[in-house]
């Protein structure tokens, strides 16, 4: 990943949005950055933490996206700039904090906060719009249009933070944040922080008074003053900007990633002097002035945004309270139904509602190719699901869950959780889950089936969750469940890193984000101080695995433990050379003539499995293959040979 | 060598094979190159839950002028660099064209819907010759061949770059990519160029 602290100010580097993002950190003199990871956010601390040292700065992976907050609103306390990252679903976990801090101000330190959203969900379990939280919290809300504009406004974010005493917040989509493109670079400054809480100067003579929300009323007056202060701020911003003719046949207001597809769109159907686009950066509170002098622009307005109908409810709220003789143009989008509230936009969906709206046709490719193409396609491309890593521990997991749950007999079943071990929906992990929700909740929901035996409710439960998920949400979950002696067994599912999202480090971790010593918290020896029963498993070992999670579920009532402690294959297999040389015996293997059916294939779906339809037998594919073993263990007929390598 | 000159403005480039197999980093390798020589350059990618054995695609759309989308038009690939064939042919499936070149290693990878029974994997030669059907020109590169013999499978990576160089079609030559790739693989930096140069051979250059 390339170097976001490179000294080359004036030079054009290739950054992901979210690199742009750090970068624009940088550039603005923090001293401190925290987040949680979640795609599509990871990489803006990821990348500041292997500079933090180098930039003097304080990088940390925090327990969960509260304290991270929390924690970055500590270093503004003591005046020292600071960002928090997080992705959607974050914001829900600090709003909390962040519905107290809009109110309470802050220290002399900027802060900004950043979402990276994830329209259409692609590595999410909701396609929450953050922009809502900004509104509804209080924070004023940035989107970026380009990668430029992702390093830029953060940049600028932190002065408007400073200026206003307040949060802001930044807000980017998958497309801008997980995409690379050219980033001009700026200066970074060479600025010693010197962090201080100043009680005696900082706190008198602030009315209403700082780093408390009481009095509420007059606290929260004093948050709409600042708001009023940023719009005004906003109205002038060269992050909002007009291309068009000055009378259009149609005008689109856009912000974000969706700029770049109108833009794209109207160049494609050589729309130019046709149609005009507003295109937003700031994006809340509205900048009502600016917007109102473009309205005339067009009687036909069209809004491309993603995901929720946002700057379309604020324009047209705005638009309500104009003075009689404004003019009156006509709004589509998602309200009229020409454009999904939902999912993911992209130019294919949006240069067919553009073409409509303007009365042309487009025909994306050559008629008879497209139809060849798309009928070679469909019958020549199978299916590729998503599935476990080869050698995945995980794999191994929900082998031994599927085995004991079935040699139980009593319809136990797997309450799931969100991270890799989510594809144990899937038939990757045997369809073993039977419900997912968001970090911790598997554990939470557990707490609520283990306590329904008076209701005749007499099945085993198993929670799932990672390592990481379960510093970030489960300890409280599995307290209720210990104090209150609900019925379950927490399997953790301990790979050594938060996998999902690129093996950041978690409290169970001996290093830090920056890679320095971390004090590492034992999850065995807290769960066992919680006065939990906990055993300890290698995932790998099949047979001890089955005999104690079987022993597990014959016990008494009350929350138990068992920690699958296997780390991830992606990680072991960067240092390590494969365990085992595995192979089929072909001799042994007998194919369709063995009871089996195909058990390794059908069943296990290890990728590293190939079931050779023309000898009729199993083999290893070597390239694939990370030498786990483990299908030499679930072979009933021990055709499948592993060989210490 | 042919003159450095970029064909199409646009020039939009996919490339694409199974999440794990490394599309982000010849995606990002080509386009550090390609920042370098001066133009602007987009690369959108899909990745998340696709990074465990799904289809992976990256989208690089090379330009003198703009920052284009981070997303190709259906139909609109100029080239087509594909790490599996399978995946290549379902990016030509929507992103194909008359016009377009690709080219690609014909190593299968199996998806655990193949593996499982459940779906089926075409016929290798009729699913090249499907391939060739859809594309202006096609090279079939055999990348991960290639990289065994040089004791490497990963290398298969580096191979596909020097073909997808090596073709001409895009404004870079050996010298563009020389610092990149140095860059990249600190450690590794000779196997990598060597790899690199068995590609830009194995496309006749």
């Excluded at chain 1, 003789?325 to 969906?349: C, I, W």
Aim: charged share 25%; proline share 6%.
């Amino acid at each position: 990943m390339p170097d976001i602290a490179i000294d080359a100010p004036g030079t054009s580097q290739l950054f992901m949005g979210n690199e742009a993002i750090a970068r624009g950190a940088l550039e603005a003199g923090i001293g401190f950055a925290t987040a949680y990871p979640g795609t599509p956010s990871s990489e803006i601390l990821g990348s500041l933490a292997p500079v933090a040292k180098k930039m003097g700065i304080y990088a940390e992976w925090s327990v969960n996206e509260i304290v991270a907050t929390e924690a970055a609103a500590g270093a503004s306390l003591a005046g020292v700039r600071a960002i928090t990252a997080m992705k959607q679903l974050g914001v829900n976990v600090a709003s909390d904090f962040l519905s107290i801090l809009v109110m309470s101000g802050l220290g002399k330190g900027g802060l900004v906060l950043v979402s990276c959203d994830d329209p259409g969900a692609i590595s999410s379990d909701n396609e929450e719009d953050a922009r809502n939280l900004a509104k509804s919290l209080g924070m004023p809300l940035l989107e970026p249009g380009n990668f430029q504009e992702a390093k830029d406004m953060t940049k600028w974010l932190f002065d408007l933070s400073e200026e206003i005493d307040s949060i802001c917040m930044l807000r980017s989509v998958t497309r801008i944040a997980h995409s690379r493109g050219n980033v001009k670079l700026g200066e970074l400054p060479q600025k010693e922080h010197k962090a201080y809480f100043d009680q005696i100067h900082d706190l008198r003579d602030v009315k209403p008074t700082k780093f408390m929300p009481h009095p509420v009323p007059s606290h929260h007056a004093a948050l709409l003053k600042k708001l009023e202060k940023a719009r005004e701020r906003f109205e002038s911003s060269p992050f909002n900007w007009y291309v068009g003719p000055d009378k259009a046949d149609l005008l689109i207001i856009t912000c974000g990633s969706c700029w770049f597809y109108s833009r794209d769109v109207v160049k494609e159907l050589k729309l130019e002097d046709r149609v005009g686009i507003l295109k937003l950066g700031t994006l809340w509170p509205l900048p009502e002035k600016f917007v109102e002098k473009h309205l005339n622009k067009s009687q036909k307005i069209l809004f491309v945004e993603e995901v929720d109908p946002f700057l379309e409810r604020s324009v047209m709220e705005m638009a309500a309270s104009l003075p009689p003789d404004s003019p009156r143009p006509t709004f589509y989008g998602k309200r009229s139904g020409h454009l999904n509230a939902y999912g993911e936009m992209d130019q294919d969906v949006l240069i067919k509602v553009i073409a409509s709206m303007t009365g042309l046709t487009y025909q994306p490719r050559d008629i008879e190719y497209a139809k060849k193409a798309e009928e070679l396609a469909k019958n020549y491309v199978p299916e590729r699901s998503i599935a476990f890593c080869p050698g995945c521990p995980h794999r191994a997991t929900f082998w031994s869950i599927k085995n004991t749950l079935k040699l139980d007999g009593r319809n136990g079943f797997v309450v799931g959780d969100i991270g890799c071990y989510g594809l144990a929906l899937r038939p990757t992990g045997f369809y073993q889950s039977r419900s997912h929700y968001c970090m911790g909740s598997g554990t939470g929901v557990a707490n609520g089936l283990g306590k329904l035996g008076q209701h005749g409710f007499n099945q085993p439960v198993l929670a799932v969750c990672g390592d990481s998920t379960f510093y970030h949400a489960v300890i409280p979950a599995l307290i209720n469940g210990v104090h209150n002696q609900s019925n379950f067994i927490l399997i953790i599912l301990d790979n050594g890193g938060t996998a999902m999202t690129g093996f950041q480090p978690h409290p169970g971790s001996e290093l830090n984000a920056m890679g320095e010593p971390a004090k590492f918290i034992s999850m065995e020896d807290l769960c066992r101080s919680m006065g939990a029963h906990v055993e300890i498993c290698d995932p790998f070992d099949l047979k001890n695995t089955t005999a104690t999670l079987l022993e597990m579920m014959a016990k008494d009532e009350g929350a138990k433990v068992v920690v699958m402690r296997r780390q991830c294959e992606l990680i072991r297999g960067r240092k390590e050379k494969p365990p085992y040389k595995v192979h089929v015996d072909p001799d042994e293997c007998i194919g369709e003539a063995c009871g089996c059916d195909r058990l390794c294939t059908r069943v296990f779906h290890c990728p590293g499995l190939i079931w050779d339809k023309e000898s009729g037998k199993s083999r290893i594919d070597e390239v694939i293959c990370t030498g786990c073993g483990v299908c030499a263990d679930i072979c009933p007929q021990g055709a499948i040979v592993k060989e210490a390598a | 060598m042919t003159e450095k000159i970029l064909t199409k403005d646009p020039l939009n480039l996919i490339i694409t094979g199974v999440g794990g197999q490394g599309n982000v980093m010849i995606s990002l390798t080509v386009g550090s190159a390609l920042v370098r020589e001066g133009y602007v350059v987009t690369v959108g990618e899909t990745y998340g839950v696709s990074q465990r054995g799904g289809p992976v695609m990256s989208h690089v759309r090379i330009s003198k002028e703009t920052q284009y989308s981070p997303l190709i038009l259906e139909g609109q690939a100029d080239i087509v660099l594909g790490m599996e064939p399978v995946e290549t042919l379902r990016m030509l499936g929507k992103y194909g064209n008359p016009n377009v070149i690709t080219m690609f290693n014909p190593r299968p990878i199996y998806s655990v819907d193949v593996i499982g029974g459940e779906a089926e994997y075409p016929d290798l030669d009729k699913l090249i010759k499907t391939i060739k059907e859809l594309s202006a020109k096609t090279w079939v590169v055999n990348a991960t061949e290639e990289a065994e013999k040089m004791g490497k499978p990963i290398v298969a990576n580096t191979i596909l770059i020097g073909a997808l160089v090596g073709s001409g079609f895009l404004p870079l030559d050996r010298k563009s990519m020389e610092p990149v790739l140095r860059e990249r693989f600190p450690k590794a930096f000779e196997l990598n160029m060597k790899a690199f140069d068995r590609g830009m051979e194995l496309i006749g250059q």
